[in-house]
């Protein structure tokens, strides 16, 4: 009789221990990365101020982030400051981490070797004298400081990406911030009315304007091809339940290639119409607008209404690109990388190579699609609609002598003031080699203020 | 040769735990440890030599007395010793000598146990004198006994500090293994029928109260929710076993969680404690502290641990006493954690095994009750650290540094064997 209970006790305490060993693998293997990265567990800290801290470089090898020994401690610089906060973020103990610098992390300090998922090992690396490793980025730090100088004390962002592969040359946004300073100027960057700490680039929400006429010609083209020999009668503006959208600019009769060519609000916000909501939105979605962009760094979703949500009138304002449409920069110089690679979108993407601190390549980025919003007849057809656009339309000031530049400008109605400046556009028309959104806050029209900029740095990626 | 032909198992087993322990110190050499470093190369290699000859020495004597008693249990418990110590060095330098007398202290009062009480059996002769021993050394703790680690456990007695609830334990169990064996029928007939739900005669229950106060006078007066953790739960498994009725258990469960709900209504630092294990995070820097950063060490250990001496343990307040197992997770992962709770799994089926071939009721619910003792113990001190029952500051079985702790742990040891060496 008592034998049995004594079998009895031992099996439940055999079965207590054995609740423990699954506790404790659920806490040591599946809550493991939480635990070893949470914020407030010093471990990584203390080795962080161990290890010497990988360089971010652009592809040129210029340094944008390095950690330089002075003394005990090490300090973290970054030579192009401003320029390129937005990218590389910054470190501070106080402030935490932000950007590249934040979600590299691992990599930079050498805790990543292949040995991913257990934290074990990355306090095993516990090796004080060997250096993490270094991110080697696709951005070009010179032709970013040529777009971040040629905003001059202007708000805005640039955003130039290869459109074949979607490897990002140029993120700019300003106005930007040093990450070398952000502990003593970090109250000031934060309450600033301009916001520095937002990387517009990849953060900022704002309505597309003309530029989204881009999207709206996709959409009508794949449905129906035949709308390119079209010729359209436009009255000087478009009334719509009730409201009329002025239209001064493009009167007459017009072609489609003259109605992109002189941003003809009627035509297009008719098309838009013709189109419907739930297709118009779907060629959206296709570009990535209202979908999630992946990048390495933190970006904003762009958002366009339900097609259920939205009226006649808000279909025919979304598809000249105002209403409740707001698009990232990243966004739209991906709208426009698409149409230059023949209508497949490549994940856009910053960082090119994780190198070991011998130089040795560990991880090297791969080009990737992810979308495809239109099939590459249809691509051609809209980059000669952005031909013409430039050639002899509203985008005039991007041309480039012998060079066939493709674009589409826009001013961006907005609360705040005047009109965002907007261009985007990609060059050569044919095998581009460079995609660019430009964006100038409150600078009125695109062909004035914006084109320039894209100009210069479509220009220096073809030159070099 | 010959001469050493009855703990054969043991010496073999033995070579592994002397292996286990060097390798474990050189695992130290190789760490570059800051706090290690400090204490030089001298210290440790003395230590290494002082520990393995006081344990091979234990094994020879028991050899010499040709003393038949169980041949796993040592080699299991010395395993736990020897990476107690490693970690203690590790984790505490200074207190690693202190801890090396106290091995000592418990394996002599091993050796006491083995050689002087070889019949065992008297020990039933004498228990209302246990209970009162027991009640008195309770007493004087509450009197006069000093507070640490916010348990008043102790009672100093000027070279050193003396935890009475851990003679307290072996005694009660001593006693209750008398009084259970004495009274088992009548506590096996005794029970009625209350709505369909068994529940024992009123004069049955008399035990079952004495320890629920005692319990509660635990927990109250000393705060030390640990100790009366064990105390019932032993109580309840002892009981189960001397009588096979799950009403005792059902009926003293109630009891104590009745007891519980009050202490949780009265006593602020009950509630704080509940409100800790129910969510550290709340008051991550403050009394959440000591389990998140337990968390944290379990967490950044990973599966294969971080090695011996390269953790960082010692970011746990107390972490040689009440988390050592945190620090041993952390260095040597998941795979050591399940190794240590496998080697208790071991000796807890060992000492059931001792048990069930007593040839007494007396030892075998002796056996059984000091084995209960130690899982529980265990189990409330690993529960504890990992978050899954609420925190209490116990000691892990031959492992965390204490001597009051390993002098009881290795006492109960030498019982278990005088037990397994009879017939």
Redesign the interface.
Known sequence: ??????????GL??A??F???V???Y???F??????N?P????LQ?LEEKILRGKISDSRDRVLAETIISGESGKRVYPYGEITGNVTGYLSRKLGRWGLEAVYNQELLGLDSGLAG???????M?DTGKPGNDIVLSLDAELQKTAYDMLGNRKGAVVALEPGTGRILVMVSKPGFDPGQIESQWESLRIHPDSPLLNRAAQGLYPPGSTMKVVTAAGILAEQPDTVSRTFEAPGYIEVEGRRIEDRQAKGKLSLAEAMARSSNYVFASLGMELGAAKFVAAAYSFGIGKELPLETTAAQSRIPEPGEMSELELAETAIGQGRLLVTPLNMAVVAAAVANGGKVMKPSLVDEVRGPGGGVIRSFKAEQILTPVSAETAGIIRELMVAAVANGTGRAASIPGVQVAGKTGSAENPHGSAHAWFIGFAPAENSEVAVAVIVENGGAGGTEAAPIAREIMKKVIRQ | MMAYGIRENERSLFIYVILFLWLGLLGLFGAENGTFAAAGFKQPLLFGAIVSFGLIAVHLLLEKWRFRGDQFLFPLTSMLSAAGLVMILRLEPDYAMRQSIWLFAGLAAFLATVRLLQNYKRLEDYKYIYIFTALILLLATILFGVEAGGARSWIDLGIARFQTSEIVKIILVIFLASYLEEKREVLTEGTRNLWGIPVPGVQYIGPLLVMWGLSLVLLIFQKDLGTALIFFGTFL?MI?????RWSYILFGSFLFGLGATLCYFFFSHVRVRVAIWLNPWAD??GKGYQI?QS??A??????????IG???PN?IPAVHTDFVFSAW?EET??AG??AI?II??FI??RG?RI??AAHT?FG??LA?GLT?LL?VQT?VI??GV?K?LPLTGVTLPFVSYGGSSLVSSYIMLGLLMRISAEG
């Open positions: 009789m008592m034998n049995r209970n004594i079998v009895v006790v031992a305490i055999m207590a221990f609740i423990n060993i506790y404790m693998t806490l040591q293997v809550r493991s990365d939480e635990l070893l949470h407030r567990n010093r471990r203390i257990d934290g074990s090992w990355a306090l095993n516990l | 498994v189960y076993i001397s009588t096979g991550m820097e998140i968390l944290f379990l967490g950044s250990g990973g599966t294969y641990g971080t090695g390269l953790g960082q970011l997770s992962g998941l954690a399940i709770l208790y799994c807890i089926y059931f048990s069930l009721g075998a619910l059984a209960s899982a189990l690993v529960g990992t899954l």
